[in-house]
């Protein structure tokens, strides 16, 4: 069975910093393409990061510079840290495994507010 699991999400003050971690099971980890997506109200799920299994990096513009994404193979886990966060950054915060298959999370939430 297919599991992505995320933890770390919660409610911090703007300029502060959060760490989302996805622990995966059920597929070969180490052959997935792992991507971060967020979903704010009202609007349409969005890319924030991404990682390739050979640990090539992506990162949305608005979030360059601030995020980083990194995986660890020998645990099956992808982590996002994310540094001076924004009240824009709120949203809830997917993991997503592909391209072979596309598995998503169940998400985490991140509020960013004073």
């Known amino acids: 069975q297919v599991q992505l699991v995320e933890s770390g999400g919660g409610l911090v003050q703007p300029g502060g910093s959060l760490r989302l971690s996805c622990a995966a099971s059920?597929?070969?980890?180490?052959?997935?393409?792992m991507g971060w997506y967020r979903q704010a109200p009202g609007k349409q799920r969005e890319l924030v990061a991404s990682i390739t299994s050979g640990g090539s990096t992506n990162y949305a513009d608005s979030v360059k510079g601030r995020f980083t994404v990194s995986r660890d193979n020998s645990k099956n886990t992808v982590s996002l840290q994310m540094n001076s966060l924004k009240p824009e950054d709120t949203a809830v915060y997917y993991c997503?495994?592909?391209?072979?298959?596309?598995?998503w999370g169940q998400g985490t939430q991140v509020t960013v507010s004073s």
């Open positions: 997503n495994a592909g391209p072979y298959r596309n598995y």
């Open positions: 059920g597929f070969i980890f180490n052959i997935y393409d």
